[in-house]
């Protein structure tokens, strides 16, 4: 029997919230490497991949929403690995990091993207195709923004009057 030194122990307390139930879903779906795999190769200077800040900032949508600039402090809240981090990395989370990432996202094919992901939940969740219609052709979204010069970007030009 083996037997344990009480003045020897050491006690660690992490959140873990609903993220365990959230990684099951995502890790049957394989959004990280799906995820990773539709974004471009990071600068071999970033020190945290836009595929990583995306898939936190992705978990950090399905259990709190927490604005950009608050997701470093957010994610510290839990254990790192809850996210696949070290202890450092998030300390590297940041709005302008995740702001990088999305224009990352902004700039792939994200139509494959979406794709890939709606059949790796058909398969993975024997989602039954003909009783379920996925129209994701109409998104619009509105709003005022000054700098705006309507400027192709990643070959989109952005709809609506600019002023």
């Not at 900032?57 to 957010?74: D, E, M």
Request: glycine residues 8%; contains cysteine.
């Amino acid at each position: 029997m083996m037997r344990i030194d009480p003045d020897n122990l050491e006690v660690h307390s992490a959140r873990i919230g609903a993220l365990p139930v959230v990684n099951s879903v995502l890790r049957r779906l394989g959004f990280d490497a799906l995820l990773a795999a539709h974004l471009c190769e990071p600068d071999r200077r970033c020190r945290l991949a836009p595929a990583t800040a995306i898939s936190v900032l992705v978990r950090n949508l399905a259990v709190t929403r927490r604005p950009l600039y608050g997701l470093s402090a957010w994610a510290a809240g839990y254990d790192p690995a809850l996210f696949g981090l070290g202890d450092a990395e998030v300390g590297l989370l940041n709005d302008d990091k995740v702001g990088r990432a999305l224009d990352e996202l902004f700039s792939s094919d994200r139509a494959s993207l979406l794709t890939s992901l709606s059949l790796a939940a058909i398969q993975r969740f024997g989602i039954e195709v003909t009783e379920l219609h996925n129209d994701s052709t109409s998104i619009t979204l509105y709003g005022a923004y000054r700098q705006a010069t309507g400027t192709p970007r990643a070959g989109v030009r952005a709809r609506g009057a600019i002023k």
